[in-house]
């Protein structure tokens, strides 16, 4: 069973939203809701200055409260530790949004929670998700965590990384190359 | 023994039903106060119905919540209705289960109001959700027992039966039945409300509302609620069906509830205030913020004006004065918590919500830039305001659940004596 | 927004109303709409590979159509400037334009109804014959020339063959003296070459790269982004100068946060010490270039403390830069700029740039400037083009490779009363009273002038003082002229419609074809339709009109873009690279770069800078539905000192005014420490004006507006627009 993440290379990334607008023309993201965002993370005084440069999603967390949250099992672990919203059994209480650490929920015109699906139907498909293949930069990499030979793993070896919000305790599974 | 209907209802009352609404001459003026009041209530509560069959129809697009503040009054309200629900259950419990005499003869009123403000509970947050149908049928086909909210609508509906059964068995004067329906409905009632409180306290996401003390704290107040309620009918009750007076063989009662909901009122201040402290002195970001925006913030009117004058301060004062000697104050000093604790739900379901989880400034001194632009204000501060249909659900289920009891109460038979006599 | 009778609402009732029972069955069926994106993907009727025209850099992109509505955008895996990939504008803008339900839908003719002027809806005969009457008018009545066209954007070459039909050279673009035209100036002056719209620089394969403002990441060009991205991962090392911390800035190993308008000594220091510590390639500059003794001399005295006084910036810095550019030479660059309209010195300060480089010996080497290919392609056969002439602009500049489209402006209605030698313009895809400088002056211009016609897909300024609007298709509707490059692989590549025209549009080929017929040059335009000039064009060149549609590019067979032999040849007169240039020292101009100090603020004042949004160009999309989601309006950086002292913070809406008093905003304070105290920022192409942008009208600010004045750069004429200075308060709501 392939145990699915994503990198994002805070060195490549220049924030330039290609992510964002991809994921919302391939998933048909409604207006004014964003399933990936960007962030400028801004540290240090004039002149001494650094920003971290990335993109975030829903992290598909190994332990999320989200699932374990949701009343009906909507919200639940896809092949490969995919984190994803059955729309036919979301009742819209949205108690996963109350839960989610990162805000990577929002609730569907149409009466139902969603939010990045790791674009689980092309991952199905062989291909990449849709921003990971539109990024300019190459800053974004999805694999699979537990093959040695898949770009993640190597990256993950190779490189420091940190998860958003390690201190909740749900095992992120988008990393950030520091 | 063979059970009849009429063991339940006063067919002559039924049939009767509408002089609650007409005004006759002969009815002294305090009276047609009363009844023009019904009136009123009756508008709000169709006026509600209105609303709550849009929101059925529409969903979030009739509701001022956003997908960054999600839950809004409706939730409150709920919580409110059923915390409610809750108190009147445990407290006249105190009378046929625990067997304190002054409380048994208002058993079958106070289970009824909790009955029905239960039933106005589950409307309304069948009102909030989006689907409610698929609630009904996943919860059963699909159920997920990891999730507190499950366990709570699990619970509440065990709870709703037991209530149910509960007044039947005072109904048939079973008080065997009644006191083991009892004891069970009471135990269904802490199990279900502690995990309400856990719905919230165990969302870690959430710092101002996560925490072992809230479930605790939800039992407090609804104890506050039920005594507050109990005070209130019994008055209201005597004030119209006996002339403006108290009924001698109700005033032991509500000396003792008058002590008790000083108990319980003293209890639930005393949670606010290490909530506070704790909020202020936790040194955590999220929870800093929200506690500053009750005591110095945002919500600072509704905080220190409702929850803590007119939901503390004010009730301890009469009820530790002018009370002792005036009912009408005592009843005063049981409806200004009622109408705090609203606001204090309101807060609560707010102030867990009210600050982006999206941090704005870290506490290393970054600053975070979002794209696309952060939702709230630049201070991360994400703002909510109840729809018109919101706040009609509201009035209309409060107005609706007055009018159940006033109703119910009339045609049924909830005093004992009435058959005897 | 839900219709109340879609499934769920159906759900919402029964479920409120009859619990459980039958009705529950419904609640197993998902909402119709849910799956669509959610784990089933939605498969393409067609796949369309086309030419993205949200900017200039014309990307291959794929289109996904299906129920003939294109969904979305992806690149074109085999085009050689996307690679796959997109830019935000490519992938998010494509769709916006396509589908902006304020787009230019119909032929308009401005009538004067009383005293008011009113838009009438035209059919196209109408509009076309109108056109052609009034431009036939002016033609004969002050010759050809007085037609003046501005064009920018892949469409506007049948344009341009429309004018030098009528015999008029007068034909501009504000991607000239207002963008990169003194950079193509420098260069040919030094190097005898311009570098192209695709610059010849050899980014992935560089080890050290000096930018210059260039701030890519924010300046979005796709594969120029890709190309630093891969330098960056490849652990190139980055210079950035910039009086802002830009995002390119945060990618480098220096940060220099130049005084701004300062370039020029830094670049003099950086030659010094180049010089003087014997850092340069002497093997390349004694074989190819020529004036290095009197380039020695001139920057003697250039030294990094000199520049430090200059420029703010640490000696220690200058000199550490200037080694680590020369380390790493040849496969190191300063970075030839693009939007170089700064200060009035810009050809001056591109010759200084190509001067270093050249002193880096990078001229031709792998990681330096490339040597770049053409796939070529046959014209489709058209009798010669007659010899026309240019209206005599206000003012000639000595190296002006392009006539001015400032002059052309200033000439079509001149302040000192004399006749002007314009007098109607033909405005293809060019929103000048955003993008020329001064829009109250060019707005002033455009009503003084006879006749305005203006070819645009949205209601744009521009098209709000012309005559007469002519709606071209969106290029998702439409096929335009080949592009062909140059870069470093030869290839040719297709712009074709990947849905039928929504609306009475039309494509800009059809519309000249239309034009040049009704005014009797029809003959210059003798194929059928856009379909059998490019067959034509494609099968004369031996190449297959078929696999073009169905791949969007065919790439030729790569070709060396490498040349590393030591004897190099240049077109310029002597052949060599000219450091000392003696074409400027005969035109009375500096032989050398010479650094003038910038004028200072007044006090309260800051320089007002300028850039870009990644998900933005310029003003063509910020109506753009898509675009506006993620940037909805521009924001105004503050130094936080500055912002301290002034009372204000972030999110406060400020009013700017300019020294010539003209005032604009409101705009939204961003409050940063990435931005020194002397100068204020703000994204170009907001505070847009036509009501008619319904997403977009009054969203931001336009720097436009508060550049009313610019300086000249003598040698071609560019228009410098940093030199404006702007002061800040409090908005006032009214
Ligand atoms: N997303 C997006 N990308 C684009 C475009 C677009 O519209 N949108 N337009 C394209 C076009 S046509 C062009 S020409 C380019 C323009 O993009 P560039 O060629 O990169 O334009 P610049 O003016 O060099 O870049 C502006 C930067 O220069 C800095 N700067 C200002 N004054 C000075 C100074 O005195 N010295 C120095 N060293 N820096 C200074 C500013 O702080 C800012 O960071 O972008 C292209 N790419
Ligand atoms: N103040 C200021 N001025 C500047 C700049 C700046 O940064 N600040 N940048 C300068 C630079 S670098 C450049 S390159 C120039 C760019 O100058 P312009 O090329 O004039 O820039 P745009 O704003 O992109 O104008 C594009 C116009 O074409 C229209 N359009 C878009 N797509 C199409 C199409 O397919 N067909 C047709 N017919 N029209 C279309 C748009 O609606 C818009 O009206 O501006 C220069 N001027
Ligand atoms: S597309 Fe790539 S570079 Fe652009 S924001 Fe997303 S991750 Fe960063
Ligand atoms: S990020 Fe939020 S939504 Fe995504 S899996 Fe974790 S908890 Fe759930
Ligand atoms: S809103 Fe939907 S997905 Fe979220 S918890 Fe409720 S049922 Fe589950
Ligand atoms: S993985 Fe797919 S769904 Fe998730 S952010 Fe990227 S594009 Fe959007
Ligand atoms: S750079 Fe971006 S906008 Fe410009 S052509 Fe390429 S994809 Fe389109
Ligand atoms: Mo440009």
């Known amino acids: 069973m392939a145990r699915y993440a994503m990198t994002c290379d805070q060195k490549l990334c220049v924030t330039c939203n290609a992510c964002v607008l991809a994921c919302k023309n391939e998933n048909a993201v409604p207006e004014g809701e964003a399933r990936c965002w960007t962030v400028q993370e801004e540290k240090g005084a004039f002149p001494l200055l650094s920003i971290a440069t990335r993109s975030e999603r829903c992290n598909h967390c190994e332990n999320a409260p989200c699932v374990t949250a949701c009343p009906t099992g909507a919200s639940h672990y896809e092949d490969g530790g995919i984190v994803v919203v059955s729309a036919d059994k979301c009742v819209g209480c949205k108690v996963c949004i109350i839960s989610c650490p990162y805000e990577a929920r929002y609730l569907h015109p149409d009466g139902y929670v969603d939010k990045c699906t790791f674009c689980i139907h092309r991952v199905k498909q062989g291909l990449d998700p849709a921003c990971v293949t539109v990024c300019p930069t190459g800053a974004l990499t999805f694999g699979d965590l537990d093959d040695p030979s898949s770009a993640v793993h190597r990256q993950l070896q190779a490189r420091k990384a940190h998860v958003l919000k390690p201190d909740e305790d749900t095992r992120p599974k988008m990393f950030f190359l520091d | 023994m063979r059970v009849t209907l009429d063991a339940f209802i006063d067919r002559a009352q039924l049939k009767s039903v509408g002089s609650l609404f007409r005004v006759s001459p002969d009815d002294p003026p305090h009276v047609r106060r009363g009844k023009r009041g019904l009136s009123v209530l009756l508008v709000l509560a169709l006026l509600g119905a209105v609303a709550a069959v849009t929101a059925l129809l529409k969903g979030h697009h009739v509701m001022g919540t956003t997908s960054e503040v999600s839950w809004g009054v409706l939730i409150a309200t709920y919580v409110y209705f059923v915390v409610s629900s809750t108190g009147l259950c445990l407290v006249s419990s105190l009378g046929h289960v625990f067997g304190f005499k002054v409380f048994e003869p208002i058993a079958r009123k106070a289970i009824l109001l909790a009955l029905v403000t239960l039933t106005v509970g589950f409307t309304v947050i069948a009102t909030e959700l989006e689907a409610p149908m698929r609630l009904a049928l996943y919860a059963v086909i699909s159920p997920n027992p990891s999730a507190p909210i499950w366990w709570m609508g699990a619970l509440y509906a065990v709870y709703m039966v037991l209530i149910g059964a509960e007044l039947f068995f005072l109904f048939i004067e079973d008080h065997g039945k009644a006191k083991v329906a009892g004891i069970l409905s009471v135990i269904a009632a802490l199990a279900a409300h502690s995990n309400l409180g856990a719905v919230f306290g165990l969302t870690h996401a959430r710092p101002f509302w996560y925490g072992p003390l809230l479930p605790v704290y939800f039992i407090a107040s609804a104890l506050m609620c039920g005594a507050a309620l109990i005070i209130l009918f019994v008055w209201l009750g005597d004030y119209f069906g006996n002339g403006k007076q108290v009924r001698p063989e109700n005033e032991g009662l509500l000396n003792v509830l008058r002590q008790l909901l000083a108990l319980f009122i003293g209890i639930v201040a005393f949670f606010t205030v290490w909530k506070m402290i704790t909020g202020v002195n936790g040194g955590h970001y999220h929870k800093y913020e929200v506690t500053m925006a009750s005591l110095a913030g945002p919500l600072f009117f509704s905080f220190w004006v409702f929850e803590v004058f007119l939901g503390v301060v004010a009730p301890l004062w009469i009820l530790l004065t002018s009370a002792r000697k005036s009912f009408g104050a005592l009843a005063l000093a049981a409806g200004l918590p009622m109408l705090a604790v609203f606001v204090m739900r309101y807060n609560f379901v707010q102030a867990g919500q009210m600050f982006s989880l999206r941090p704005v400034h870290g506490h290393l001194g970054e600053t975070f830039h979002y794209q696309p632009p952060f939702k709230g204000s630049v201070e991360g501060f994400l703002p909510y305001t109840p729809s018109l249909v919101e706040m009609a659900i509201v009035v209309g289920a409060i107005a609706a659940a007055a009018l159940l009891y006033v109703g119910a109460t009339r045609v049924l038979r909830v005093n004992p004596e009435v058959r005897h006599g | ?734």
């Not at chain 3, 058209?382 to 000595?398: I, Q, S």
């Not at chain 3, 002034?646 to 409101?666: C, F, H, I, Y």
């Not at chain 3, 004006?689 to 004429?717: F, N, Q, W």
């Open chain 3, 1 to 734: 927004m839900a219709t109340p009778l879609n499934r769920r609402s159906f759900l919402r009732i029964s479920g409120a109303t009859v619990l459980g029972g039958l009705a529950a069955s419904w609640g197993l069926l998902p909402p119709p709409e849910a799956h669509g994106a959610q784990d089933t993907s939605v498969i393409p009727d067609r796949v369309v590979p086309t030419l993205c025209e949200l900017c200039f850099w014309k990307c291959g992109v794929n289109a996904y159509v299906k129920d003939e509505k294109v969904y979305k955008l992806e690149g074109n895996p085999l085009h050689p400037l996307s690679n796959g990939k997109l830019c935000p504008r490519g992938t998010g803008g494509g769709v916006g334009a396509l589908y902006d339900p304020d787009r230019l839908k119909r032929p308009l003719i401005r009538t004067r109804v009383g005293g008011e002027e009113k838009w009438r809806e035209a059919s196209w005969d109408e509009a076309l014959d109108y056109t052609a009457r009034r431009l036939g008018e002016v033609k004969d009545k002050y010759g050809a020339p007085a037609i003046a066209l501005f064009s920018h954007g892949h469409g506007g070459a049948f344009f341009k063959t429309l004018l030098k039909a009528l015999g008029s050279k007068s034909i501009y673009a504000p991607s000239n003296d207002q963008c990169r035209g003194p950079r193509e100036t420098g260069f040919e002056l030094t190097f005898g070459q311009a570098l192209g719209s695709i610059e010849s620089i050899d980014t992935p394969n560089a080890k050290c790269i000096a930018f210059l403002g260039s701030h890519l990441g924010e300046n979005m060009h796709n594969t120029a982004v890709q190309d630093m991205s891969r330098a960056n991962a490849n652990g190139a090392t980055f210079i950035t100068v910039d009086p802002r911390f830009s995002i390119i800035a945060s990618k480098s190993k220096y940060w220099l946060p130049i005084k701004p308008g300062t370039d020029i000594a830094l670049l003099l220091a950086w030659a010094h010490v180049l010089i003087e510590e014997k850092l340069y390639d002497q093997a390349f500059v004694t074989q190819n270039t020529v004036g290095f003794e009197q380039l020695a001399a001139h920057v003697k005295d250039k030294t990094p403390e000199w520049a430090y006084i200059e420029t703010g910036l640490e000696p220690q810095l200058i000199r550490e830069t200037a080694r680590e550019l020369a380390k790493n030479a040849p496969a190191a660059f300063v970075h030839p700029g693009r939007h170089v309209v700064w200060y009035g010195n810009d050809t001056q300060r591109t010759r200084a740039i190509a001067i270093v480089n050249a002193l880096l010996g990078n001229w031709g080497k792998r990681g330096g400037f490339y040597l770049p290919a053409t796939l070529p392609v046959k014209g489709y056969p058209t009798p010669d083009l007659p010899h026309g002439e240019e209206a005599k602009p206000r003012e000639t500049f000595p190296f002006a490779t392009l006539p001015c489209a400032y002059d052309a402006c200033e000439a079509s209605a001149p302040k000192d009363g004399l006749a002007p030698t314009i007098r109607a313009w033909i405005v293809y895809g060019c929103n000048v009273p955003l993008t020329l400088p001064n829009p109250a002056r060019v707005i002033e211009v455009m009503q003084q002038l006879d006749f305005v016609v203006a070819i645009d897909t949205m209601p744009a300024e521009v098209t709000g003082y012309a005559d007469v609007v002519l709606p071209e298709n969106t290029y998702l509707e439409r096929y335009d002229d080949l592009d062909n490059g140059p870069y470093r692989v030869p290839f040719v590549a297709l712009r074709q419609p990947a849905v039928a025209s929504l609306y009475d549009s039309k494509p800009g080929w059809w519309i000249a074809k239309s034009l040049g017929e009704r005014l009797g040059v029809g003959q210059y335009f003798p194929w059928k339709d856009a379909e059998d000039y490019l067959k034509t064009r494609l099968e004369k060149s031996g190449l297959s009109f078929e696999d073009l549609k169905r791949n969007g590019v065919i790439v030729g067979k790569a070709e060396p873009i490498y040349d590393d032999s030591p004897q190099l040849t240049f077109k310029t007169p002597s052949g060599k690279v000219e450091l000392y240039s003696q074409q400027l020292a005969d035109a009375g101009l500096p032989p050398l770069p010479v650094y003038t100090p910038p004028e200072e603020p007044p006090t309260g004042y800051f320089r007002l800078l300028f850039g870009r949004s990644p998900v933005h160009t310029f003003s063509r999309t910020t109506n753009n539905p898509k675009l506006l989601e993620v940037v909805p309006e521009n924001e105004l950086w503050l130094n936080t000192e500055m912002a301290r002292q002034l009372g204000l913070k972030t999110g406060d809406r400020v009013m700017l005014e300019n020294q010539d008093s003209v005032a604009t905003g409101p705009i939204r304070l961003r409050v940063t420490e990435r931005i020194r105290q002397d100068c204020v920022y703000m994204v170009h192409g907001f505070g847009r004006e036509d009501a008619r942008l319904r997403r977009g009208y009054r969203k931001g600010a336009a720097d436009s507006r508060l550049i009313t004045r610019v300086k000249r750069d003598p040698e071609m004429g560019g228009t410098g627009m940093n030199v404006n200075f702007v002061t800040l308060y409090r908005f006032k709501e009214a």
